[in-house]
């Protein structure tokens, strides 16, 4: 049997990038996936396909992470299609790359309001609709671990996910287990694009293996995360970018 059989999974953010390459990983463990998306239901419903074609069972639901009525949608739907929810996995967000003196009041409250009340509200909702035993995964960055020029905001709103994760894990009981990931750079479209080789390059000479991160290595982490085997972690943020930071 495989690891996730009868779980039931909703992945924020999984119509691209590494929350498609998550939901698609859980979803050969196993699990039934709510693909949740903001806008694109055509990318939604792409990844929704691919996982039907490699034999496994999801749904496409949309949700403004931002927006609690939205994420009680979200979370109502998951109910009324599975009947129960097991895993949730936090990797809705955006990063915008700015000075902290040329932030603008929106860039900022934007970042905050996805990042942190994004993780906030379905954090809220978990509480008392996550089954017992359940897990929740929230997405923070190994940017945190450094001091990068430009990402002041960004770290702020990850930084905070953090301590939303940590105190989370000791309010919420049942046998549910709340971790957070820091992934590193990893080679998706919106990561690679306008980044020059050379860029590339550098940010792969950053740890020992001498490359990016690929979107699989972050899904295999998490799928280790939802089971079963992984459930004594709890309260920690683990780092997956090859030794970078």
């Excluded at 309260?235 to 030794?243: K, S």
Aim: with cysteine; aromatic share 6%.
């Amino acid at each position: 049997m495989k690891e996730l059989t009868n779980k039931v999974a909703i992945v924020t953010g999984s119509s691209k990038g590494i929350g498609a390459e998550v939901a698609k990983k859980l979803a050969l463990a196993g699990a039934k996936v709510i693909v949740n998306y903001a806008g694109s239901f055509a990318d939604a419903e792409n990844v929704v396909n691919m996982i039907k074609e490699q034999g496994g069972e999801a749904t496409a639901i949309q949700a403004d992470v931002s927006k609690s009525e939205d994420v009680k949608t979200l979370f109502d739907k998951a109910m009324e299609y599975y009947g129960h929810i097991d895993i949730l996995v936090n990797n809705a967000g955006i990063m915008m790359t700015k000075l902290i003196k040329d932030t603008t009041d929106e860039d900022f409250e934007r970042q905050f309001s996805i990042n942190v009340k994004g993780v906030f509200n379905t954090l809220r909702e978990a509480a008392n609709r996550l089954a017992e035993n359940g897990c929740i995964i929230n997405f923070s960055t190994s940017v945190n671990r450094m001091m990068l020029p430009g990402y002041g905001t960004y770290t702020a709103t990850k930084s905070a996910v953090e301590q939303l994760t940590k105190v989370f894990s000791r309010e919420i009981g049942r046998g549910i287990n709340v971790n957070s990931v820091s992934p590193g750079p990893t080679a998706t479209a919106l990561f690679l694009n306008g980044k020059s080789e050379e860029t590339i390059d550098r940010l792969a000479s950053l740890n020992p293996f001498g490359r990016i991160g690929q979107p699989e290595d972050i899904a295999d982490t998490i799928v280790f995360l939802a089971s079963d085997k992984a459930k004594w972690i709890n309260a920690q943020n683990i780092g997956i970018n090859g030794g970078m930071a």
